[in-house]
């Protein structure tokens, strides 16, 4: 079978189809050419951006993202990233909206605690947007966003930035099992083994930042993930062997050559 003749569901978010399944973030580059050029090689078509701490347009003085990711090239996904309240939250994200002519989907991050900032989901408030929400990976809580109306849900796999990759892969595979909108990583994720062991979980898709910025060659790193996303995805719907606790040996036993 020619590996052009695999086929996949469509990874679909509000109605939207895209062809990658790898996310990625904005910052932490060295430059702006940086980050077109690791976006560019990790094959993404959603990237977000920390309204907060980049310039789409807020000051028209300075260097814009948009002058190297610009929208007719990718989908921008605004987010609330250093925001502690729902109010600040929906504030960010409806200027976001405003700069960018209306941009409906939204990634909504409302952080309870600045030490470890994890995410305070309670404070999940919607005003027209696709929201796209960061939590925790509580599969009740994360069955609580869905119901309200999230466009995906977006467990963290460990602490934000920390590189730890997937601690508690039972929660997210409880999470995957339930949810009927797209399960999608989102922090944790240190290398590419990490986000292909996301993907043969069941995720829909990984979102990383740190990772690939803070890498030694973020070019690079962000075409590994590509690949580690595109493996994990293949292993998950090709169906992994049964793990046992006995050998089995690659070649039949029966009709072998004896002395």
Same mark, same amino acid.
């Not at 590189?163 to 989102?186: F, R």
């Given at each position: 079978?020619?590996?052009?003749?695999?086929?996949?569901?469509?990874?679909?978010?509000?109605?939207?189809?895209?062809?990658?399944?790898?996310?990625?973030?904005?910052?932490?580059?060295?430059?702006?050419?940086?980050?077109?050029?690791?976006?560019?090689?990790?094959?993404?078509?959603?990237?977000?951006?920390?309204?907060?701490?980049?310039?789409?347009?807020?000051?028209?003085?300075?260097?814009?993202?948009?002058?190297?990711?610009?929208?007719?090239?990718?989908?921008?996904?605004?987010?609330?990233?250093?925001?502690?309240?729902?109010?600040?939250?929906?504030?960010?994200?409806?200027?976001?909206?405003?700069?960018?002519?209306?941009?409906?989907?939204?990634?909504?991050?409302?952080?309870?605690?600045?030490?470890?900032?994890?995410?305070?989901?309670?404070?999940?408030?919607?005003?027209?947007?696709?929201?796209?929400?960061?939590?925790?990976?509580?599969?009740?809580?994360?069955?609580?966003?869905?119901?309200?109306?999230?466009?995906?849900?977006?467990?963290?796999?460990?602490?934000?930035?920390?590189?730890?990759?997937?601690?508690?892969?039972?929660?997210?595979?409880?999470?995957?099992?339930?949810?009927?909108?797209?399960?999608?990583?989102? =922090? /944790?994720?240190?290398?590419?083994?990490?986000? #292909?062991? !996301? +993907?043969? $979980? &069941?995720? %829909?898709?990984?979102?990383?930042?740190?990772?690939? =910025? /803070?890498?030694?060659?973020?070019?690079?790193? #962000?075409? !590994? +993930?590509? $690949? &580690?996303? %595109?493996?994990?995805?293949?292993?998950?719907?090709?169906?992994?062997?049964?793990?046992?606790?006995?050998?089995?040996?690659?070649?039949?036993?029966?009709?072998?050559?004896?002395?």
């Amino acid at each position: 079978m020619s590996t052009s003749t695999f086929t996949d569901e469509p990874f679909v978010i509000a109605s939207t189809t895209y062809r990658s399944r790898l996310l990625v973030g904005s910052g932490k580059y060295k430059d702006l050419n940086e980050t077109r050029e690791a976006s560019l090689a990790s094959g993404a078509q959603i990237v977000t951006v920390a309204i907060r701490r980049v310039n789409i347009g807020q000051d028209p003085n300075a260097p814009s993202l948009l002058d190297v990711l610009p929208p007719s090239e990718f989908t921008l996904l605004p987010n609330s990233a250093g925001c502690y309240s729902a109010a600040d939250a929906v504030y960010t994200l409806q200027l976001g909206r405003e700069i960018l002519g209306g941009h409906k989907l939204c990634k909504l991050e409302v952080l309870g605690d600045e030490k470890t900032l994890f995410p305070n989901m309670p404070a999940l408030v919607k005003d027209g947007f696709d929201v796209m929400v960061y939590c925790s990976d509580d599969p009740i809580q994360a069955r609580m966003l869905e119901d309200i109306g999230c466009a995906a849900i977006m467990p963290l796999a460990s602490l934000i930035g920390s590189g730890m990759g997937i601690l508690n892969p039972w929660n997210l595979s409880l999470i995957i099992e339930q949810s009927k909108v797209p399960v999608i990583v989102d =922090a /944790g994720v240190g290398t590419a083994s990490d986000a #292909a062991i !996301a +993907m043969e $979980l &069941g995720c %829909d898709g990984v979102l990383m930042n740190t990772a690939i =910025a /803070g890498a030694q060659d973020p070019v690079r790193m #962000a075409h !590994a +993930m590509k $690949l &580690g996303i %595109d493996a994990g995805r293949h292993a998950y719907l090709a169906g992994r062997i049964a793990k046992r606790f006995s050998a089995s040996p690659s070649s039949p036993m029966a009709g072998r050559v004896v002395k």
